[in-house]
């Protein structure tokens, strides 16, 4: 499953980061473009709040599905017996 988190054709702008120095200057002398890194980083930072913001829905969901079952029973419950019921007759 691969979601389109962004438009990767939409326009770049500039912007300023404040980066460990050291850092950005070895990765500039290994050929590393900085801006593809920051991007595909932070690509994948949403990447991870997308997941757990999935999770916690899923979670919400399953404690609402609970919840209802609690209260009125499961309705598959209902489905098997009739189904029973057809396969007897």
């Given at each position: 499953?691969?979601?389109?988190?962004?438009?990767?054709?939409?326009?770049?702008?500039?912007v300023?980061?404040?980066?460990?120095?050291?850092?950005?200057?070895?990765?500039?002398a290994a050929g590393i473009n900085a801006s593809r890194m920051a991007e595909a980083g932070l690509e994948q930072a949403l990447r991870e709040h997308r997941r757990a913001q999935l999770r916690r829905e899923c979670v919400q969901d399953?404690?609402?599905?609970?919840?209802?079952?609690?209260?009125?029973?499961?309705?598959n419950d209902d489905w098997r017996e009739m189904c029973r019921d057809a396969d007897a007759t």
């Open positions: 499953m691969s979601e389109i988190l962004f438009d990767p054709a939409a326009r770049r702008r500039t300023s980061l404040t980066i460990n120095a050291d850092l950005l200057d070895k990765a500039k399953l404690r609402t599905w609970e919840d209802y079952v609690d209260k009125h029973g499961n309705p």
